[in-house]
Each structure stands twice: as C-alpha cells, then as structure tokens.
C-alpha cells in the first residue's frame, strides 16, 4: 500500500529530525516515492568545508538511484519555515535530471504544503539531450 501525501510529509518531517546540520542548523527532510510505492528518505549532511554539504533531496535522490530505482512519483521537501523552502539550484538540477516526473511538494511544520513544478523553478534546464545534439 503506498503512502498517502500526508503520510509522506511525516516520513519527510520525521528524516529531517536526522539532519547532521551543525553549522547552519538548518534541518531539512525529504521523501521520495517511487512508482512501486517505496520510499526513500534523505536529510541534509553538512561538512566542515562547507562546499560539500548534501542537500536532504539529493541525499535521498542517490540513495534510491543506488538501490536501482528510475521511477519516482513525488518527493516532498519539510524544513521548518513560514515560506516554505524550495530546492536551491544544485537539487534543481538534480531533479531535472532524475525526477522529472514526480509530483514536488514543499511542506513545514505547521501543516502548509505547496506542490511546485520542477520546469517553472528551472527553466530552459540543461541535460542529457544537448550532449547527444553536440556528438553528432
Ligand atoms: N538545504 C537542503 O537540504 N535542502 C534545501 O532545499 C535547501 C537547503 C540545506 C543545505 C544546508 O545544509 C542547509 O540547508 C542550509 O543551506
């Protein structure tokens, strides 16, 4: 049984709670679902250096591309703001790339969700498709 949109914001909400966020303590979760219903969740990783810090979507987005899931159906984002966090430009891109398709939510703490389209946060985005133009 796949989880309904409330319950993935949970799963998100409760990822984000393992945030390793020492320095901007800044905690973010995510949730995302694939078509076979599995879910897998990611929170931000902060480094030292700073500049190798993993965003929560990305950290959940390579878990499941590694476990061999393409598919994805929705990802939801939780952070605790009152204007709910969007992806920053890196996970844009990331999601572009490997989750094109799934349904993006953005949520907080105090029950506001929004969905947001992936082709309105990056437009005109850069892929695979202009590497296969310029080899031929
Ligand atoms: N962060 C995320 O994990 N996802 C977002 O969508 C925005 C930013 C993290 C990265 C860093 O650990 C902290 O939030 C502050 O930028």
Not at 23 to 35: E, I, P
Not at 54 to 80: H, N, Q, Y
Request: charged residues 30%; neutral net charge; hydrophobic residues 40%.
């Amino acid at each position: 049984m796949s989880e309904s949109e409330n319950e993935l914001i949970k799963t998100a909400t409760d990822a984000r709670l393992r945030s390793v966020a020492p320095f901007s303590k800044f905690l973010v979760g995510a949730a995302l679902r694939t078509k076979d219903g599995k879910v897998f969740t990611g929170c931000n990783v902060e480094s030292a250096s700073y500049g190798l810090t993993v965003c929560a979507e990305r950290v959940a987005i390579w878990k499941a591309l590694s476990e061999g899931e393409r598919d994805f159906t929705d990802l939801v984002i939780v952070a605790d703001t009152e204007q709910l966090t969007p992806p920053c430009g890196t996970c844009r891109q990331i999601i572009w790339e490997f989750a094109k398709h799934a349904k993006i939510v953005l949520a907080n703490l105090r029950g506001q969700k929004e969905e947001v389209d992936i082709g309105h946060l990056l437009p005109k985005a850069f892929d695979a498709r202009f590497l296969k133009e310029a080899s031929r």
